[in-house]
């Protein structure tokens, strides 16, 4: 029977991607499997977790990143593909088009993704990321990370999921263990940042660079 809280879009998918390592497994595997299993209860998916851990505890040899996927019908996937190579520091700009902070699917990480998917395809060369700001000129998030600013006072903030980003399980561990805080952050505030850090659950932290010819700084 066709789900009605799922978008009509053929291969729609929840997705969770994550890096295994041979010395000790997959990092935040609770948090990943609690999102999936948030997003699933959300849009009325069925989601068996024992599946996914025997999946998940299946994989052995070389580190490799992973893909697990839960369709609309319940049906899991896991892919797996070479671990991408370690990133000193990413070039960033700010993306020109504004996201709609009340957009729900902001907040569940799927298939339904075609502005990041455009975005990182259209990536001027020498730039590896961009952010996106709200319609309310608040950071929001990358288009495969979250963004942590350090203020010269010292404090780590992110922004709150409010504003319109995905509740990344790196994330959410700084925010666990109070090495984060969420707060409303502008265009001013990466300016002013002493340092930007992008992460992600597969590449960890990254030593964010504001790009100077970014035209979005003037």
């Known amino acids: 029977m066709e789900n009605p809280l799922c ?3 053929p291969g729609f998918r929840l997705i969770e991607t994550f890096g295994y390592r041979a010395a000790m497994g997959v990092a935040q595997l609770p948090r990943h499997l609690s999102r999936m299993a948030r997003s699933a209860e959300a849009l009325n998916i069925p989601f068996d977790q024992d599946r996914a851990r025997a999946l998940i505890g299946a994989l052995k040899g070389k580190d490799k990143r992973c893909r697990l996927t839960l369709a609309a019908n319940g049906a899991l996937d896991l892919e797996t593909a070479p671990m991408p190579a370690p990133a000193g520091f990413w070039t960033l700009r700010l ?3 504004r996201l709609n902070s009340a957009d729900p699917w902001l907040h569940h990480k799927s298939t339904r993704r075609a502005l990041y998917d455009q975005a990182r395809a259209a990536l001027p060369k020498g730039v590896d990321e961009v952010l996106f700001l709200n319609e309310r000129d608040e950071l929001c998030e990358g288009t495969i990370t979250n963004i942590c600013l350090t203020t010269p006072q010292g404090s780590r903030l992110t922004p709150p ?3 319109g980003c995905l509740p990344g ?3 959410q ?3 666990d263990n109070g090495t984060w805080q969420e707060a409303t952050l502008t265009k001013s ?3 002013d940042a002493v340092e930007i850090t992008l992460t992600n659950a597969l590449r960890g932290a990254i030593a964010g660079l504001w790009d100077e010819k970014d035209p979005a700084r003037n």
Do not use: I, K, N
Request: aromatic letters at 12%.
């Open 189 to 191: 505030d990466l300016a």
């Open 95 to 97: 993306h020109p088009q």
């Open 161 to 163: 999921l409010a504003a």
């Open 7 to 9: 978008p009509d879009e």
């Open 173 to 175: 561990f700084q925010l």
């Open 169 to 171: 399980t790196f994330r």
